[in-house]
Each structure stands twice: as structure tokens, then as C-alpha cells.
């Protein structure tokens, strides 16, 4: 993959993780495979390059793909500004993240803990996700203004979709972080529109 190509993927990542966090809290469900996915790309500390975190496949990020046509096209459809506001607000607190060694370090540690996990419990088990949960609790949400989660009542008083939330918020933290890793900044977003949108159209093609 060439830089460009990883910047788009690992962006589509940030907007896949916002719009299971959006869906998972208004209707109560995800789709599991998303999930995984998801969730996987936490705990894949080593990767070869930021294809590899998300399994080798583009239909990996096929919603995230379209999210960021979406988002980025010049089509008329209204865009979602509460999906908008998760994904500003994902890469600001990697920001934040990144400013701070100590949280970082504490950020391995405990990811480093939640993969030794593994060896007795699925990534998508219910221990995991708890586990995945409370590194953001813990770690991310002290860094600023916790992002506010809009959707229904009854569905976010559901400790199992609380859990679930903040793991896939997590994901979107470890895609901020690859994202700025590639090379990805807020004015490629702002002045290389034109250049992401065509990459993703592409990516989505081979998905």
C-alpha cells in the first residue's frame, strides 16, 4: 500500500468505529463481524503495515469505506453531524493520547494484559470487551471531555452495550493512532479531499 492508500484505510477505520458506536446505540445491535474486526485491530500491537490490522481484506473497512464517501463527497445527501462529531472527536483525544508518554505506556501495558486473555476467552466474549472497555474508561476518557454517545435510553443503560461502546471507541482511538502514523493530518482532510475520496472509491472497488 502506498501512503495515501494507508491514510484512507486507516480513516475509514475512525469512521467504521463511529458508525457501529452510532448504530449499536440507537437500534441495540452490531454487526458481529464488524466487531471483531474491530476489535482485533486493538490487540494486532505488531502489524506488518495498517493493512494487515485489518485482517488483509478491504470489505474489513467496507462500511467505514462508504461512511467516508459520504462524508467527504461532494454529493447533495446531508451529511450526519453526530457521526461527524464522534470521528472529530476520536482523533482529538489520540491527539491528546500522544501528548502524554506515561499514557501511552499505560495504553501497552493494558492492551498487553487484555491479549494474554485471549488464550482462555474469544475477542468478542464478553470478558474481552469488558476488559477492552475499561482501558478506554480508565486511559482515554480522563485525557478530555468524554465523548457524549447520543441514542436510546434503554438500549445505553445496558452494561453489556456500555462495555461495547467504549471497546469500539477504543478501536477508533487505535485508528487514530495508525491514521497519524501513516502520515494522516487534519489538512489532508481539509485540502486533499478530492485525492481521499477517489482512494476510497477505489479501496471500496476491491472491497
Known amino acids: 500500500m502506498n501512503d495515501l492508500q494507508e491514510q484512507t484505510l486507516t480513516l475509514a477505520a475512525i469512521c467504521q468505529a463511529a ?29 506488518i503495515n ?15 469505506l462508504t461512511v467516508l464517501i459520504d462524508h467527504i463527497g461532494n454529493q447533495s445527501k446531508q451529511k450526519d453531524p453526530e457521526l461527524t462529531r464522534y470521528i472529530v472527536s476520536l482523533i482529538s483525544l489520540e491527539r491528546r493520547l500522544t501528548k502524554k508518554s506515561k499514557c501511552m505506556t499505560l495504553l501497552g501495558d493494558r492492551i498487553n494484559q487484555s491479549k494474554r486473555q485471549l488464550e482462555h476467552y474469544s475477542i468478542t466474549s464478553e470478558t474481552l470487551i469488558s476488559s477492552l472497555a475499561s ?12 465523548i457524549q454517545v447520543a441514542g436510546e435510553p434503554k438500549i445505553l443503560k445496558q452494561p453489556t452495550n456500555q462495555h461495547k461502546i467504549r471497546a469500539l471507541l477504543l478501536a477508533g482511538i ?4 495508525l491514521w497519524r502514523q501513516v502520515g494522516g493530518k487534519r489538512r489532508n482532510i481539509l485540502f486533499g479531499r478530492t485525492k481521499l475520496l477517489n482512494c476510497a472509491e477505489q479501496l471500496l472497488r476491491l472491497a
Open 50 to 64: 495498517a493493512f494487515d490490522v485489518y485482517g488483509n481484506d478491504y470489505s474489513n473497512v467496507k462500511q467505514g
Open 174 to 177: 487505535r485508528a487514530s493512532v
Open 135 to 146: 482501558i478506554y474508561s480508565d486511559v482515554i476518557s480522563p485525557l478530555g471531555s468524554p
Open 19 to 47: 458508525h457501529c458506536v452510532q448504530t449499536l446505540s440507537r437500534t441495540g445491535e452490531i454487526n458481529e463481524q464488524a466487531l471483531e474486526v474491530l476489535l482485533s485491530s486493538i490487540i494486532n500491537t505488531s502489524p
